[in-house]
């Protein structure tokens, strides 16, 4: 576990600026303990969802410490998301080994959106579920090998998004609300609003960073204020 620790921290430190702190834990290890109201969120749920939860909420209070701060309680809101204490904003991600928390206290930076995927194929069934006719071209140029694979990147890029505009919207959006641009070589892409929603102009663009891991997919956005 802890070579896993290592090698995500390394590869995934450079998608967020340094300001922003980074920490990792394992949902399948014994549930961390909770603080405060944090308990309620777990009352009535299965205990893997309760470990995952619990890593989360761990890992986000790691990154608290990373930057100096104390630890403090990461409630979950009526809408699920987390409500971060006052000063602090982050956003935390998992999969059914790994969960990552980033965190930060820079007044600059409004939000921030993190997506951890398997670094597998999406199911070609799910590609106009989740992708734009432009997605759905630009995917159509790639080798037939390699389109499922970045529907997928398409489809954790949006959930970043849609976690960090979340924050300054609060409203839902649909995977046909915007519409990515992918720079393959760079490890970047671009968000389009598709839509006006509250903070964001439709032709709006939000830029993230991506990176891969032995089976892993990462999408990172940053939004600092300002550029909304």
Known sequence: ??????????????????????????????MPRLMGDEVLSVEQVAPARAREFGAGRAAARHAMEILGQCARPVLQGEDRAPVWPPG???SITHSARDCLAVVTDDTDIRAL???????????SALWPVICTPPEIAWLASLGPSQRGHFAKLIFSAKEATYKAQYVVSHTLLDF?????????????F??????DIAGFNAGRQIKGRFALLSGSLLTAVELRRGSE
């Open 1 to 30: 576990m802890i070579q896993q620790r290592f090698a995500f921290l390394e590869f995934a430190r450079p998608l967020f600026s340094d300001r922003v702190a980074m920490a990792w834990t394992d949902p399948r290890a014994p």
């Open 113 to 123: 959106g993190l997506d951890l995927e398997p670094a597998t194929a999406l199911e």
């Open 88 to 90: 602090l904003t982050g």
């Open 176 to 188: 046909h609300d915007i519409t990515l641009s992918v720079d393959l070589g760079a490890n970047t």
């Open 190 to 195: 671009s968000a389009c609003f598709n839509t």
